[in-house]
């Protein structure tokens, strides 16, 4: 591990200074991803600003009827909250079947957000990788890719977010809520939270230097039927091939409304305005679910190891929409 | 001599592996060495010249510490070799196996993966502080009784981990094959396996691990 020098940030406005003005400067919260990083230096900061001790650990009810989740409300806290257990059913399901009990007493929600990829090729630092490297080439477009995109990769990064509750803020059009290193607040509807790889797959977000994430608000509950389902390849503690955040209301018979976020299908959580429509008023049938899915990775591409995902967001969504119409 | 002779004074391999199963149960720490409290070198070799100190002021299994410490080392490297506290052991160093599990303030946490800067302030148990004394804690005399183990490497983490999803239990936590999130789920082997799942044990003693936990979990914790 690199050295690095060491503070407590006292404040959110202190916190979002110390990193905008040291160049080499990164937020620690739970840690989790950045020390794992930090000890195969894919991750070098010079300075970490631990961020534990301010006070963004609330989840609180909001005017519309809401939920305010702080930044650093834990993994393990936000997943057994009555709240969410009741209301954003699909956002604790997705919670728990991520990582392990002990990474999600420790893990936070912004820094959940900002988990980087699990590229075997970001995380081998003898390997080129434009998101570590910018410039040096992309290893998984020929090499192993049986974990990576198939929708929204480029050609300079074909790497996945790796997040399952980011995949259900996403369904349930979460918002993120910012401060700068000016003290100003910003919100950032979490359509426009993460960005594409397109030619700069190190920018990976909308944030700027110093800008902090202070809590993610979730508008009031939907109506319908949340499910979370991930297939991956052991049943327990590991990330998802695919996996897919549904909400779904029916009404005499008839799908109201569908909603669908998928994971490990895209450099970010995936949903396509597109793909949902369609079902608004339709009898649910596996015919009009296997076009939806269609839809879903539309323009999409294999690469090899990982072919499969094309046929199997199809069937995960058809599945999960057809127990969703059928429990509603 | 002959073979009858010298052969019953030589442990057989089940009384060396029960010696260590032991000594994994109960966290094997040497004393003298924890008393000396910090060293002044650093034990590994850093890959770069430490260019900041930070000062940690922590319990650890009830006895305060006070400790200066290069800001790279993590928990497990300060309970390990700057405490002494060798029970927790250094598995993947990643958080994939589980062997580094602690408790802090009462929740279980990989400690490779935390700095040890991170928790000023805090209260750390390791398995070194589970037992009252002489007096096995529930878990670990679970384990010796259904056998949970082989090599007993994972054994620490293994059952600091059960001690803090015990806790996680009784709180009403539920876990992603609980059928019902509302509900308080009942501690069913399938719950039991899901919720160890941060704990690999290479020598798949998975079988006797869950039937300890099961165990266990009858008593008061």
Redesign the interface.
Known sequence: MKAFTYERADSVADAARAVADKPGAKFIAGGTNLLDLMKLEVETPTHLVDVNRLPLAAIEDTSDGGLRVGALVRNSDLAADPRVRKNYAVLSRALLAGASGQLRNKATTAGNLLQRTRCYYFYDTSKPCNKREPGSGCSAIAGFNRIHAIVGASDDCIATHPSDMAVAMQALDAKVETAMPDGSAQTIPFADFYRLPGDTPQIETALKPGQIITAVTLPPPPRGTQIYRKVRDRASYAFALVSVAAIVETAGGKIRAARFAFGGIAPRPWRVAGAEHPLEGSTPSEAAFARAGDAVVSGGRGYGHNDFKLPLVKRTLTAVLTAAARAA | MNESEWRPRRPTRRQILETAAALAVLGYTRPSFAAEGNPATPPLP???????D?PVRLTVNGTAQNLTL???T?LLDMLREHLGLTGSKKGC???QC?AC?VLVDG????SC???A??H?GDSVTTIEGLADGDRLHPLQAAFVEHDGFQCGYCTPGQIC?AA??LN?HK??????V?ED??AHAELSDPEI???????ICRCSAYPNIVAAIRDAAGETL
């Open positions: 850093p890959t770069d010249l430490a260019i900041a930070v290069d800001t790279r993590t160093d990643h958080g589980g599990t929740r279980r946490i990989n993966l935390s700095l800067a991170m000023d981990s803090g999803m996680e709180a009403g936590w539920p876990s992603v609980t999130l509302a396996r899901e919720r160890m799942s941060g704990n």
